[in-house]
């Protein structure tokens, strides 16, 4: 099975940007001709949400409160997946998740969409200061 490893949080002042990193243990594309990947946070005392989608055939989709600030994009020859967040706001702080999972069906930011990924990281923190 594939296995996750994200990089890249710390802490940054509102208005900063930064670079988060998901290293895959394989390419998706090795066990699944179509497959989905995504980030997801989790501040604490919320429930988790989706970020940023990218599916099998490189198309992305956003949450609306991140649209804009945030872009979600794939080396397949690193086999990494990376979540550029720009102009950081405080309500940007969380532990941020990579995950991936089969099927490009349903590979967008969506509540629930969580149960549609098999495969997760141990997550990077993210703490923006105001």
């Known amino acids: 099975q594939v296995q996750l490893v994200e990089s890249g949080g710390g802490s940054v002042q509102a208005g900063g940007s930064l670079r988060l990193s998901c290293q895959a243990s394989?390419?998706?594309?090795?066990?699944?001709?179509?497959?989905?990947m995504g980030w997801f946070r989790q501040a604490p005392g919320k429930e988790r949400e989706g970020v940023a989608a990218i599916d099998s055939d490189g198309s992305t989709s956003y949450a609306d409160s991140v649209k804009g600030r945030f872009t979600i994009s794939q080396d397949n020859a690193k086999n990494t997946l990376y979540l550029q967040m720009n102009s950081l706001k405080p309500e940007d702080t969380a532990t941020y998740y990579c995950a991936a999972g089969q099927g490009a069906g349903y590979c967008y930011p969506f509540p629930g969409w969580d149960r549609y990924l098999e495969v997760w990281g141990q997550g990077t923190l993210v703490t923006v200061s105001s």
């Open positions: 394989q390419a998706s594309s090795d066990t699944h001709t179509t497959y989905c």
